[in-house]
């Protein structure tokens, strides 16, 4: 399911080491997870979905995103105005799942949910996934969080993958997202401010360490900054 507002995949592509490491976890014959984070409009989603697009054979994309509490159970909450925190995710309930995905049996189709921004809602059932499938990528912003359920994810995933953009990019992102979706500048701006960015703050202090950060320092000239191992490199997609 791909929703408009986006980013069109027509006009990029990843570096091929990136595939080329995602692709080794295939090789190996075994059920894999790759986590894929990042604080909101660092552009992991769009990493997601082009590594998956590359690997079509082997792979299958299970966002955290499917597991955001109903809007009617964050208005009983009281936490409706913070959606897209912490403590608006079922964690518990992906955590289940990605268990599941990591023992599935081999006559067995297991069903993930997925978020559709249309109607703001999750949508059970929209992602099949066989047990021949290698490799399991799931994106979202709480992958690598370091408190409360979220940092028991860590034990499931098989590799970490962090992608980061500048501050003000990330920010132009998220406002033209939340008004493409109905807010106006300026409650898309206070959105942002109020809401998204305490997240990524939150996000980029507290997390794990991962095996590979990725940096998306210029999209305008598709600039990104691979560093692993202690090399930087930069590639121009």
Known sequence: MQY???TPLEDLILPVSYVERAKALCAEGMRKILA?????????????RLLQQALPDC???VPMDGFHLANKELERLG???RKGAPDT????????LLQRLRNQKH????????????IEEAIAGSIPVFPETELIITEGNYLCLTQGDWQNLVELFDEKWF???????????LINRHCYFGRTPKEAKTWVE????PNARLIENNRTEVELVIEWMDVSKRSWVKRYGGVEKNIYL
């Open 163 to 173: 992608v980061m953009a500048p501050q003000q990019e990330r920010q132009q992102r």
């Open 194 to 197: 109020q809401t998204d960015e």
């Open 79 to 81: 936490r409706k105005e």
């Open 36 to 48: 894929i984070a990042g604080a909101p409009g660092s552009g992991k989603s769009t990493v997601a």
């Open 89 to 96: 995710f079922d964690v518990k309930g992906y955590f289940a």
């Open 4 to 6: 408009k507002s986006e």
């Open 107 to 118: 006559d067995e189709v297991i069903y993930a949910p997925e978020f559709d921004r249309t």
């Open 59 to 61: 792979s299958v994309l």
